[in-house]
């Protein structure tokens, strides 16, 4: 996928859990309008306030997922908070590299399609399978 091609969000990325399903598509939303505010901003100023509005959200959406997890007892939460970690981590020094013009912002959109489409239909996936085979009332 070239780095700031937009992430067209279909039913495909949805692992069968409605608030993370809701949640997921409006990260794309801020990863697509991150893209565009990139291109077309030349506010840096701005744009660093709006990479720190997107990072505050993934740490808001990972949260609530461990949330979930812990309450309906997925097993993998241990293994998946630690992943969530070092994704956070990560961002936080590129947008810190960035800042230090050290990073590009193709590499970060980069950095962040990659996440999202890796992380959402490899790792997310697993946790929507659990919930589908225990039949969790809480979806
Ligand atoms: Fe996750």
Not at 26 to 55: G, M, P, Q, W
Not at 71 to 99: E, Q, V
Request: glycine letters at 2%.
């Amino acid at each position: 996928m070239d780095q700031t091609q937009k992430i067209i969000w279909t039913n495909d990325f949805k692992i069968g859990i409605d608030d993370v399903d809701l949640q997921h598509e409006y990260f794309v939303f801020l990863i697509n309008r991150l893209i565009d505010e990139l291109k077309i901003s030349d506010d840096t100023a701005y744009k660093h306030r709006f990479l720190e509005e997107l990072c505050l959200y993934a740490a808001f959406h990972f949260t609530s997922e461990e949330n979930l997890m812990m309450k309906t007892g997925f097993p993998g939460l241990k293994a998946h908070k630690l992943l969530h970690r070092y994704l956070l981590s990560n961002l936080n020094d590129r947008i810190n590299y960035y800042r230090l013009s050290r990073e590009s912002e193709k590499e970060i959109i980069r950095f962040l399609i990659d996440w999202f489409t890796r992380h959402t239909l490899e790792e997310d996936r697993l946790f929507g399978q659990f919930m589908c085979e225990t039949s969790n009332p809480k979806r």
